[in-house]
């Protein structure tokens, strides 16, 4: 594995283990904690106590871009068609499974209820088909769900061909002025339009991609950045959170290109602070580094949870307090989430292992 330097050792960096089982985790609460408290619908101004809420926000603005651009670190230009058809094939062969597993599931359900087939077609199948994120909205006169979490997946594979297209260009000057042009062009159609297979976020996370590949190519994350700067850096990113608010899932950017902005920040600080904390050799975060090394798979295995489970029906069952209600449905959707990326890390070795 590739080294790298950090200023005071070398370190195992390339593989962002721990930062990536932390943002996992971090993505079951926060969906958990959605399921029973809005934080974007709370009126702070009545309720003082909602501003604790403040780090969900900083959160939110970091860890999705830090997720592409460490995708982006590891990027590495690829010429040979064979190799492109690979890596999409890959991407795409997990998005298919997962969207046939959750259209079937539903299906089945309606047919076991006996309820209308064509709905549950209109409602699950129809997003998962176009690939439509955001969804819960109408959409040619009929109402749709989300393809949820895996909008990831669909994102990565374009955001990748996207980077792989403007990285093999011969000529260099143009290349960082297309990913601006990306990024702008990507929020601005978000903004706007319903588009199809997440095209307006793919075309935002090129920018991120690049941006780690920048930080690489740079050894950005390596050299030291300086205190001033990276005070001034925090104290910039933590302002736009607090004023702006973006969900890039949902192609939210109430600042416009401010809230761009901050996101590319909020990203470039959580890689540097990666940088120190994966230095961490403690036994207490090996779980974390395991949850880190397979997110590909617990990405598929929760989008499938999160989609076909009622978790806010089954944790009423037990109680109607908000708080232990988070608790409870973290609690529940990551032994089920780890649950299933265990087997279907088994089923995959498996088929791995017999297809030789």
Known sequence: MEQVKTGKKINGIVSFDLIKGIMMLAIIFMHSFN??????????????????????KLGIYAFIP?????????????????????????????????????????VLKKIISSESIIEAVKFRVVPFALGICPGDREFAGFYIDSIGPVWFLLALMLA??????????????IKPFLIVACVAFGMELGR?????????????????????????KNDVLEKPSGSLNMVILILIFVTIAVFGNVDISQNVWELGAIDVIGTFIGGF???????YIEDIRLKAVKPIRTIGRYSFFILCVHTVEYTLIPWQEIVHKVTYNRITGVIIEFILRSIIVFTGCFIVNKIARFIKSHSR
């Open 160 to 173: 990748w061909l996207c980077l792989n297209f403007i990285m093999n260009m011969k000529t260099e000057w």
């Open 269 to 275: 600080l959580v890689l540097k602070a990666s940088v």
């Open 66 to 106: 830090m997720f592409f651009m460490i995708s982006g670190y590891g990027f590495v230009p690829a010429a040979n068609k064979k190799r492109i058809k690979k890596k999409t094939f890959y991407i795409l062969k997990a998005y298919a499974i997962v969207a046939v597993i959750i259209c079937a599931v539903s």
């Open 192 to 216: 706007r339009f319903l588009i199809p297979f997440c095209i307006p976020q793919s075309l935002v996370v090129t920018g991120y991609m690049y941006a780690g590949w920048y930080f690489k």
């Open 35 to 56: 399921d029973h408290i809005r934080y974007w619908e709370l009126d702070y101004s009545a309720n003082p106590m909602a501003y604790l809420l403040a780090p969900l």
